[in-house]
């Protein structure tokens, strides 16, 4: 469990360069009062800071500097987890972020990111969004559980109960599916041109053991089949090659779209977010005939003209989320057709293969039967050698059925495993 110590912050937002220090293990409670504007919701703010970089309510890190000073922020939190003792110092103009272990600087890493996480993961085992849903509960950034994310809402859940490593465990492995299935692609490829293989060495055997010049006009057959059949695999190639060079003209514009619909999902949630302040101003205008700060009586003339102003501007918000939520359904239309190509690409990538493998292995028949028609006029005999070919081809074979059989079983127990790590969700309406 983390317990502060104490928190200390100077050139923060309005404090100038004479430090603030308020200690919180002075007393089992510490209840901190005062007017509007004291600075009571300071200290959120240079708490999130020092741990997180960012402060608790929306501002961003350039104005948490003092405005007189314009440098020299500084915030220094002291806080303990059981028996270990930390201290984290942040700071702007110029930057610092250290973080001592009982009193001894941590190595610092290779960039402040990687620091961060060390913090984040390592020692407060809590992120910045599990951290306000948590420990500081304020009007600023608390949202209701069940109207969060299902993603925040595990990661929240997970923080609290410190079990991180499941979702750790499903990222693995879905990771390790993903390798699985193109696995056991190429192995069914495989599988399947060494079965032709065989059939070929036995059916070439059986052959072998025929008349002399029946078996060289079948032979001389089979390399017109062979060369038809290795025909028709180019034409397959070449047309498959021009499939996949079309479809990857489509998939040109893929990330223009995706950047386009990025940028559309950051416009409507800026337009919702000016959306309820518009709403909440309204709210206030209708309710209210008096201000809250100043206690003076609003003008009904001005009261009646930011009304209208305020529904006419709620009006044009309204029908402009309408029209980028279509446009946005546009765009996810497009994406998913990217998606779709992207997936012909890949069937068709494999198909290219498996049809490359199939010419070459037609090549090598083709040559392989000259070579055997002239042993076979000059009366040269190659069973022994064949068989051994052949004995070679199966034992490959069983070989590759057993490493299919291993990846089913992984499979399965992959599936297992994935299904007990699954997070569906709670639904909610």
Same mark, same amino acid.
């Given at each position: 469990?983390?317990?502060?110590?104490?928190?200390?912050?100077?050139?923060?937002?309005?404090?100038?360069?004479?430090?603030?220090?308020?200690?919180?293990? %002075?007393? !089992?409670?510490?209840?901190?009062?005062?007017?509007?504007?004291?600075?009571?919701?300071?200290?959120?703010?240079?708490?999130?800071?020092?741990? &997180?970089?960012?402060? &608790?309510?929306?501002?961003?890190? !350039?104005?948490?500097? #003092?405005?007189?000073?314009?440098?020299?922020?500084?915030? $220094?939190?002291?806080?303990?987890?059981?028996? @270990?003792?930390?201290?984290?110092? %942040?700071?702007?103009?110029?930057?610092?972020?250290?973080?001592?272990?009982?009193?001894?600087?941590?190595?610092?890493?290779?960039?402040? %990111?990687?620091?961060?996480?060390?913090?984040?993961?390592?020692?407060?085992?809590?992120? *910045?969004?599990?951290?306000?849903?948590?420990?500081?509960?304020?009007?600023?950034? &608390?949202? !209701?559980?069940?109207?969060?994310?299902?993603?925040?809402?595990?990661?929240?859940? /997970?923080?609290?109960?410190?079990?991180?490593?499941?979702?750790?465990?499903?990222?693995?492995?879905?990771?390790? #599916?993903? $390798?699985?299935?193109?696995?056991?692609?190429?192995?069914?490829?495989?599988?399947?041109?060494? =079965?032709?293989?065989?059939?070929?060495?036995?059916?070439?055997?059986?052959?072998? %053991?025929?008349?002399?010049?029946?078996?060289?006009?079948?032979?001389? =057959?089979?390399?017109?089949?062979?060369?038809?059949?290795?025909? /028709?695999?180019?034409?397959?190639?070449?047309?498959?090659?021009?499939?996949?060079?079309?479809?990857?003209?489509?998939?040109?514009?893929?990330?223009?779209?995706?950047?386009?619909?990025?940028?559309?999902?950051?416009?409507?949630?800026?337009?919702?977010?000016?959306?309820?302040?518009?709403?909440? $101003?309204?709210?206030?205008?209708? =309710? #209210?005939?008096?201000?809250?700060?100043?206690?003076?009586?609003?003008?009904?003339?001005? @009261? @009646?003209?930011?009304?209208?102003?305020?529904?006419?501007?709620?009006?044009?918000?309204?029908?402009?989320?309408?029209?980028?939520?279509?446009?946005?359904?546009?765009?996810?239309?497009?994406?998913?057709?990217?998606?779709?190509?992207?997936?012909?690409?890949? /069937? @068709?990538?494999?198909?290219?293969?498996?049809?490359?493998?199939?010419?070459?292995?037609?090549?090598?028949?083709?040559?392989?039967?000259?070579?055997?028609?002239?042993?076979?006029?000059?009366?040269?005999?190659?069973?022994?050698?064949? $068989?051994?070919?052949?004995?070679?081809?199966?034992?490959?074979?069983?070989?590759?059925?057993?490493?299919?059989?291993?990846?089913?079983?992984?499979?399965?127990?992959?599936? *297992?495993?994935?299904?007990?790590?699954?997070?569906?969700?709670?639904?909610?309406?």
């Amino acid at each position: 469990m983390i317990i502060f110590k104490k928190i200390s912050w100077k050139n923060f937002l309005s404090t100038g360069d004479a430090p603030t220090t308020i200690f919180f293990d %002075r007393t !089992p409670t510490t209840l901190i009062i005062g007017e509007n504007g004291s600075g009571k919701s300071t200290i959120l703010d240079a708490l999130t800071f020092g741990l &997180f970089g960012r402060a &608790f309510r929306n501002i961003n890190k !350039p104005q948490l500097v #003092n405005t007189v000073n314009e440098r020299g922020l500084e915030v $220094e939190i002291e806080f303990s987890i059981g028996k @270990k003792k930390y201290l984290v110092r %942040r700071g702007v103009k110029p930057n610092k972020f250290e973080i001592y272990f009982n009193d001894k600087l941590i190595d610092q890493l290779a960039n402040n %990111r990687d620091y961060q996480d060390y913090l984040e993961k390592v020692i407060l085992k809590l992120n *910045y969004k599990s951290f306000t849903q948590i420990v500081l509960l304020g009007n600023s950034s &608390f949202e !209701p559980f069940m109207q969060l994310k299902q993603s925040d809402r595990r990661t929240i859940v /997970e923080d609290l109960l410190d079990i991180q490593i499941f979702s750790s465990m499903n990222g693995i492995l879905k990771s390790k #599916n993903s $390798e699985l299935k193109d696995d056991m692609g190429t192995l069914e490829i495989e599988k399947g041109l060494y =079965k032709q293989k065989i059939e070929i060495q036995e059916d070439y055997i059986k052959r072998l %053991r025929q008349d002399n010049e029946s078996i060289i006009q079948l032979k001389e =057959k089979d390399i017109q089949s062979f060369g038809n059949q290795k025909k /028709e695999n180019i034409e397959s190639l070449n047309a498959l090659h021009d499939e996949i060079l079309e479809l990857n003209e489509k998939m040109i514009s893929e990330n223009k779209i995706r950047v386009k619909n990025s940028e559309f999902n950051t416009l409507h949630n800026k337009i919702e977010v000016r959306l309820k302040q518009d709403e909440k $101003e309204l709210n206030f205008y209708e =309710k #209210n005939s008096t201000c809250s700060q100043c206690k003076q009586d609003i003008d009904d003339v001005f @009261k @009646k003209e930011r009304i209208i102003d305020i529904s006419k501007g709620i009006d044009e918000k309204k029908d402009g989320l309408d029209k980028i939520v279509s446009e946005i359904d546009t765009l996810e239309q497009q994406l998913e057709e990217f998606r779709a190509y992207s997936s012909q690409i890949s /069937e @068709k990538n494999k198909n290219l293969a498996g049809i490359e493998s199939l010419i070459q292995s037609f090549d090598s028949n083709i040559e392989r039967t000259r070579k055997e028609i002239d042993e076979l006029k000059d009366k040269k005999k190659s069973d022994n050698s064949v $068989e051994s070919e052949l004995k070679v081809l199966k034992e490959n074979l069983e070989e590759f059925l057993k490493d299919y059989s291993e990846l089913c079983d992984r499979k399965t127990l992959h599936e *297992y495993a994935h299904e007990l790590l699954r997070d569906s969700g709670i639904k909610t309406k």
